[in-house]
C-alpha cells in the first residue's frame, strides 16, 4: 500500500473519519480521528501535529508539539465504528529534526529492522507472539486510603460451583477446575463463540488466525495464535489483536484483561515469543547443531540468556508479571535452552523437520509488554549473542522443576521483581544501544517512569494478605 492506495481504499469503503493510532512508552494504543477529507497525500509526508506532554512517560510540556506521521503500508476499516473509519498506525516524529521521536516504541522497531539489515548477518527477523489473555464477566477494583480490594468472576470460575442458580441463570455445574482449562470440548469451555468472532474479525483487518483454544486456568483464560511476520508487522499485530480482543468481548457483554496474574493459585497469561533470522529468503537458525540449530542459533540463545534479566525489564514489564514469574511454578524462571521442554526460558519446537520452521521461543515475556519495545530488545540480545559468539552452554533436557536442589543451584533464574528487572537493565543495556536503536534518553525514561509509577505506588500499599498474616500481632 502507498498514499493513493489508501485514499482510493477509503473512497471505494465510503469512509467518512480516519483514525490515526500510536502507542505510548507503557504499550497502550491511543488515537486522533479526523473527517476523511483531511487526509491527503501529504499526510503521509507532514503528518497530523498533536500535544505529546498529555500521554505517559512522554514529552515535557516545553517539547509537547509533535507529529504522527501515517504509515500507508497498513489500512483497515474500524469494525467497532458505527461511522465507517479507516484506520492507520503512524510514528510519532520530532517536527524539528523530522526524525523518529526519541520515545516512540515504534520508531525503536523501526530502527531494530534496520539495525539487522545494516549487520548483515540477516535482513528478516520473524516473530511469532503467543498473547493469552483472560475473559472474565465482571469485575471490580478499588485502592481507597482506607480499603483496597479485587474481584474477578466467570461463570466457567470453579468457585461458581456452590451458586445457588434461578430461572434467569441457572447452574448446571460445568465449571473449570484450577489448572484444568486446557482445551477442553463444550459446555466446560463457554467462549468457544467468542473466539470464533474475534478469528472472523481479526482476518478482516488482515490477521490471520492459524488455531485458537481455551487455556489452562480457570475463569476463562484463551488464547488465539496467529500468522508470524516481519518484526515491525508483528508488534502492529499485537496492538491491533488486543485492541479486537478487548472490544469483541466488550461487544459481548464481557471483558477482557492481558494482564499477567488476575487471579491467585492458576495459570497466569504468558506470551511466548517465537524467534527466527532469515536473508535473501534462507532461514538461518537450521543447521546440524542440538535440536537441528545451526551454530548462529546457539549463539543466539546465548544472548537471550546473557541478557535475560535486562530484557525482562521490556518482557515482563509489570509488578504483576513476577506474580507469574515465580520459581517451582507453571512459568520459565530458569535461563537454561531445551528441546520441546516447557520448564526452560528458550525453548526449541520440534514440530517439523522444516528448516523453514526451525525458530527459538523465548518464555518468560507476558502480553502486558510493549510489543515494539521487547521484540527490538529480543533481536538486539540474540544479535549481541551472534556477534560476539555468545556460548549457551549445554542444553537443560531434564524436567527444571523436579531437579534436586543442588542441581538446581547451578541454573540461574530470572529477577524476582520488576524492580530487580530494572536494576538489571540498568547494569546491562550497552547491548541496546547499538545502532541507536534504542537511545540511552528511552532507557532511563523507561526506568524512571517503571520505578515512579508502578514499583514504589506497590511498595507503599498494605496488601490485604498483610491484614490475614499480620493484624493480630
Same mark, same amino acid.
Not at 493469552?132 to 468457585?159: K, P, R, T
Not at 538461518?284 to 543466539?300: C, I, P, R, T, V
Not at 521487547?374 to 537443560?396: C, E, K, R, S, V
Given at each position: 500500500?502507498?498514499?493513493?492506495?489508501?485514499?482510493? &481504499?477509503?473512497?471505494?469503503?465510503?469512509?467518512?473519519?480516519?483514525?490515526?493510532?500510536?502507542?505510548?512508552?507503557?504499550?497502550? /494504543?491511543?488515537?486522533?480521528? &479526523?473527517?476523511?477529507?483531511?487526509?491527503?497525500?501529504?499526510?503521509f509526508e507532514e503528518g497530523f501535529g498533536f500535544d505529546a506532554s498529555s500521554l505517559r512517560g512522554w514529552a515535557a510540556i516545553n517539547e509537547s508539539d509533535m507529529l504522527l506521521v501515517p504509515d500507508p503500508s497498513r489500512c483497515w476499516v474500524d469494525p467497532f465504528a458505527d461511522?465507517?473509519?479507516?484506520?492507520?498506525?503512524?510514528?510519532?516524529?520530532?517536527?524539528?529534526?523530522?526524525? %523518529?521521536?526519541?520515545?516512540?516504541?515504534?520508531?525503536?522497531?523501526?530502527?531494530?529492522?534496520? &539495525?539487522?539489515?545494516?549487520?548483515?548477518?540477516?535482513?528478516?527477523c520473524f516473530v511469532g507472539?503467543?498473547?493469552?489473555?483472560?475473559?472474565?464477566?465482571?469485575?471490580?477494583?478499588?485502592?481507597?486510603?482506607?480499603?483496597?480490594?479485587?474481584?474477578?468472576?466467570?461463570?466457567?470460575?470453579? /468457585?461458581?460451583?456452590r451458586r445457588k442458580g434461578d430461572a434467569v441463570s441457572p447452574n448446571f455445574g460445568y465449571h473449570i477446575r484450577p489448572k484444568e482449562g486446557y482445551v477442553?470440548?463444550?459446555?466446560?469451555?463457554?467462549?468457544?463463540?467468542?473466539?470464533?468472532?474475534?478469528?472472523?474479525?481479526?482476518?478482516?483487518?488482515?490477521?490471520?488466525?492459524?488455531?485458537h483454544h481455551h487455556e489452562v486456568a480457570t475463569a476463562g483464560q484463551c488464547e488465539i495464535d496467529f500468522k508470524f511476520s516481519n518484526l515491525l508487522h508483528t508488534a502492529d499485530n499485537v496492538m491491533l489483536f488486543k485492541n479486537v480482543v478487548k472490544n469483541t468481548a466488550f461487544a459481548h457483554g464481557k471483558t477482557a484483561t492481558f494482564m499477567p496474574k488476575p487471579i491467585y493459585g492458576d495459570n497466569g497469561s504468558g506470551m511466548h515469543c517465537h524467534q527466527s533470522l532469515w536473508k535473501d529468503g534462507s532461514p538461518?537458525?537450521? %543447521?546440524?547443531?542440538?535440536?537441528?540449530?545451526?551454530?548462529?542459533?546457539?549463539?543466539?540463545i546465548g544472548g537471550l540468556l546473557k541478557h535475560a534479566p535486562a530484557l525482562v525489564a521490556f518482557a515482563a514489564p509489570t509488578t504483576n508479571s513476577y506474580k507469574r514469574l515465580v520459581p517451582g511454578f507453571e512459568a520459565p524462571v530458569n535461563l537454561a535452552y531445551s528441546a520441546r521442554n516447557r520448564s526452560a526460558a528458550v525453548r526449541i519446537p520440534m514440530f517439523s523437520s522444516s528448516p523453514k520452521a526451525k525458530r527459538l521461543e523465548f518464555r518468560p515475556p507476558d502480553p502486558s509488554c510493549?510489543?515494539?519495545?521487547?521484540?527490538?530488545?529480543?533481536?538486539?540480545? %540474540?544479535?549481541?549473542?551472534?556477534?560476539?559468539?555468545?556460548?549457551?552452554?549445554?542444553?537443560?533436557?531434564?524436567?527444571i522443576y523436579d531437579l534436586p536442589p543442588e542441581e538446581l543451584?547451578?541454573?540461574?533464574?530470572?529477577?524476582?521483581?520488576?524492580?530487580?528487572?530494572?536494576?538489571?537493565?540498568?547494569?546491562?543495556?550497552?547491548?541496546?544501544?547499538?545502532?541507536?536503536?534504542?537511545?540511552?534518553?528511552?532507557?532511563e525514561r523507561w526506568i524512571s517512569y517503571k520505578r515512579e509509577k508502578e514499583v514504589t505506588p506497590l511498595r507503599l500499599r498494605p496488601h490485604p494478605l498483610e491484614f490475614s498474616m499480620y493484624y493480630d500481632i
Open positions: 500500500m502507498n498514499a493513493k492506495n489508501v485514499l482510493n &481504499y477509503a473512497a471505494d469503503q465510503g469512509a467518512r473519519f480516519v483514525s490515526v493510532r500510536f502507542t505510548d512508552l507503557p504499550g497502550a /494504543w491511543h488515537h486522533l480521528t &479526523y473527517p476523511i477529507e483531511q487526509l491527503t497525500e501529504d499526510s461511522e465507517t473509519t479507516i484506520c492507520l498506525i503512524a510514528n510519532v516524529v520530532d517536527p524539528i529534526t523530522k526524525e %523518529g521521536y526519541g520515545l516512540d516504541p515504534r520508531s525503536v522497531a523501526i530502527r531494530a529492522e534496520s &539495525y539487522l539489515k545494516f549487520t548483515g548477518v540477516a535482513d528478516t507472539p503467543e498473547a493469552e489473555f483472560f475473559v472474565f464477566d465482571e469485575v471490580n477494583y478499588h485502592n481507597e486510603q482506607n480499603s483496597a480490594g479485587f474481584s474477578v468472576n466467570s461463570e466457567e470460575g470453579h /468457585w461458581n460451583s477442553p470440548v463444550a459446555p466446560m469451555d463457554t467462549l468457544i463463540d467468542f473466539r470464533n468472532a474475534v478469528s472472523l474479525i481479526l482476518a478482516d483487518v488482515g490477521i490471520h488466525v492459524e488455531c538461518l537458525f537450521a %543447521g546440524d547443531q542440538y535440536a537441528g540449530l545451526s551454530e548462529m542459533a546457539k549463539h543466539y510493549n510489543p515494539y519495545l521487547t521484540f527490538a530488545a529480543l533481536l538486539l540480545a %540474540g544479535l549481541d549473542g551472534i556477534q560476539n559468539q555468545i556460548d549457551p552452554g549445554a542444553p537443560l533436557d531434564k524436567d543451584a547451578s541454573v540461574p533464574s530470572l529477577p524476582g521483581s520488576l524492580e530487580e528487572a530494572l536494576d538489571a537493565l540498568e547494569k546491562d543495556h550497552e547491548f541496546l544501544l547499538k545502532g541507536d536503536v534504542f537511545t540511552t534518553q528511552m532507557i
